[in-house]
């Protein structure tokens, strides 16, 4: 496995295991089996509805909670909830999380973000960072900071390499987890001629090309799947290094487009839902 040195020193896993839109059922299998085969990162939050699954998924795995790095994100409606913290650990079986989220900048976000600080200052979160929170409001958040983020999770994939976003990261040391890696399952950035050729060149396929190209990028990446195959292959990336010319030949592929446009109204709804978590 490859590390990326936060801010603060912690070291979190290059590759992880996600779990959006993963039912409990299969967040439990695949976070077991994904730590079985070598992962040591992995990710869910309060609105996947699948943390205590997630839970389940570590202490079937086998592997000691120690060698987990294991990352949630607070939900809107929990950023008023004085208890929010301690209801997720309860939920994920564990008295502390590896990386603690906001996950939108929507709602009374500030109140959310002091929990996160809170809970690092108590030893409940060995790293803090915030999701979604690019352009303004990220502005707006470092003017309010006590603790300076250690990551940001952003939509991040070849056509859409967050340039403007990691001026900012970049001057705190603030890392990105991408989310959208492989571009929504987009077939046409998958099917980019230049990953077909690295792909042959390598013996690997597009997809893994592409999951090599965000760690050497210095991001972290989350895929997820239901598929055990998936999960394997998206594991097996890291021996082998893209030069900085073929580096290069996948920046050119930068367009500034984004998949996920998120509108003020969606900011407002997220604020008003609140997830049916999971009650055993």
Known sequence: ?????????????????????????????????????????????????????????????????????????????????PRAVDETLERLGTD???LLY????????????????????????????ISNFEGKYIEELKTKWEIVPQFI???????????????????????????????????KLVGEPVFALLAQKYGKTPAQIILRWHTQMGFAVIPGSRNVSHIRDNLNILDFTLTEDEMASVAALDKGERYYHRTDEQLASFAAWRPGFEKA
């Not at 996600?18 to 070598?38: C, I, K, W």
């Not at 929990?115 to 108590?122: G, I, N, S, T």
């Not at 390499?161 to 571009?183: A, F, N």
């Open 1 to 81: 496995m490859e590390y990326i040195t936060l801010n603060n020193g912690v070291n979190c896993p290059a590759v992880g295991i996600g779990t959006y839109m993963l039912s409990p059922a299969d967040a439990e299998n695949s976070v077991r089996e994904a730590l079985r085969m070598g992962y040591s990162l992995v990710d869910t939050a309060n609105a996947y509805v699948n943390e205590r699954a997630v839970g389940r998924g570590i202490r079937l795995s086998g592997v000691s909670r120690e060698k987990v790095f294991l990352s949630t994100k607070l939900w809107p409606s929990e950023y008023e909830n």
């Open 96 to 98: 502390y999380a590896d």
């Open 153 to 187: 999770q952003a939509e991040a994939h070849p056509y859409f390499t967050q340039k403007e976003l990691r001026k900012t990261l970049d001057g705190y040391g603030i890392k990105l987890m991408s989310w959208y890696p492989l571009g929504h399952g987009d077939k």
């Open 102 to 129: 906001i996950h939108q900048p929507a709602g009374n976000w500030l109140a959310g973000y002091r929990q996160l600080e809170k809970a690092y200052r108590d030893g409940k979160a060995r790293a803090i960072g």
